[in-house]
């Protein structure tokens, strides 16, 4: 469909160009025409609907999206409200041997030339209404300019309609932005490529390009460079391709997946980006991976005498790091006891103790029992002893969690990050790998990845992540559900497979058997408590669940962390064993 498109319009530009030729010339007084002549436009009003008819059509796209149709028909519905005239509406789709009709209403991208005559000068997150001819184009790339545009007509229309006429000025034009900030986003693909732009979050929008390829993708470098951007990284993760761009303004994230021959780019307001590069640093210990226990703290009354448990236990995994800097997974939940957890093993495993740097604190999703100890943190006296250079997320839009019913913490969160000042508040990209002190960080999924979509669980929207030190990767699930590691397979395949592993959202639901036989990791860490992992939790051990046993036959250790705190020091070797080694 996408050639015949093309096909089709090359038509159109040459009827249009042979039309051209006959157009009536004028000279210009004064001057030395020779062979060359200069045509005068003609301006006339636009009798839309005269004497209660009208010849005119609405023609939109014929893969246009719903938001575009449903748009367009508002036109048709205000012309029939204050006409009594109801226009044909109708798709671009032509036969060969058709006539373009002379008199339409053009909406968004459609296969005729007028529409990409006016789309030329027309900005991503804009919109132009221009008469051409006797066509009236209503052009804009994406769809939320597209709503903003026939928004704007219908208005129009409602102000100069009256029964049975509406003229439109002969000199009418109109220009608008729908979407603020993505300006300076260079258009993708070819000059009749329509991409559809979705809302992100935290003033950061993402241009969706279907159907492309690795060709044209990395033809998009050239087109970023030539407006002016600098590259800070490209590279691959498995099969797919990533790059980070930037100005004084903006920073781009451009990413092509090669199972669905998608390419995703994101703008944003810029930011410190250093940590996307290498630099020199002074090693002052050995990298490692600690897991800390939750159990107990916070929770509720367990079936097991003495223990507790409950959706406060949540995740913390604190990684140092060669240059003594740390990096921390979350932070447990909503509980007292967890600013104690977070800062004693932070000074228990620095090297500095009165300077304890948090290179980065990743946090997965905005639940209370993964951004709680966050909160707590932040808002005690330890907060003023530690320093935090960067935090890491990617929340939801409030329509996202809407549509799930569960927007967890996520607003409290956003306005407690900015209580560290001088902290890079960084939105999660697939693609993006952080560099600290000798460790690489992978970005490998966030809810963006799997746009356009409409969530359904909180826990999707969990960003997942690689560390890698001394040659040790630890990949990092979050509460990922099974979506999303359907997609984790599927856009990496074998690239997953991983020395460590966290288990998905606890043990319970999420984790697929086919991402743990992927990742296929030696040792297994599970946030979940003893609790869970025997059977106080549920009626059925957490450990027997079918995709909870694979991925235990797999290990050679399993490390649940109920009370207890595991420490790695890498590089970590395992025992060798047939059967994995439990250690609660």
Known sequence: MKNQWKILLCLVLAVLAVLGTGCDKTDVPGEDTGDSTVVTPVVQDLAVVADGTSAYSIIIREEAADAVANASRQIMSAIQDTTDVKLKWTDDYLDPDDAVPTKEILVGLTNRAESLSVLQDVKYGEFAIRIVGEKIVIAAWDEASVKAACNQFVNYIKRNAQAGTFTLAGDYTADGTALQGISQLPHYGAEDEYVEFIDLADACYMLYAQDTDLTEFEAYYDTLEAAGYTRVSAHQLGDNHYAIYTNEEKIIHASYEKAKRDARVTIEKAYDVSIFTESEYEKVCEPAVTLVGLEGYGGIEGTIPGTRYGNPIGLLMI??????????????????????????????????????????????????????????????????????????????????????NDSGRAAETRALMKQYKGANIIKAHAGQILKIGGAEIEVLCTSGDLEPYTLQDHNTSSVVFRVTAQDNSVLVLGDASYITCSYLVKAYGDYLKSDMVQLAHHGYAGGTIALYEKVDADVLLWPGGVGGFDGGLEPQDLKNRETNAVAISLAKEVYVAGESVFTFVMPYTPKDTDKPIIIK
């Not at 932070?346 to 304890?356: G, P, Q, R, S, T």
């Not at 948090?358 to 951004?371: Q, R, S």
Request: with cysteine; net charge negative; charged share 20%.
């Open 319 to 404: 990684f140092r790091m060669e240059d003594g800097r740390f990096v921390i997974v979350d932070g447990g939940g909503m509980a007292n006891e967890t600013i104690s957890l977070i800062y004693d093993n932070l000074y228990e495993l620095a090297v500095d103790k009165d300077n304890i740097v948090i290179a980065a604190w990743m946090l997965t999703h905005a639940h209370g029992d993964h951004v709680g100890g966050f909160s707590m943190f932040t808002g005690s006296a330890r907060k003023d002893l530690v320093t935090v250079q960067n935090i890491v997320h990617h929340f939801c839009t409030n329509e996202q969690y809407k549509n799930c």
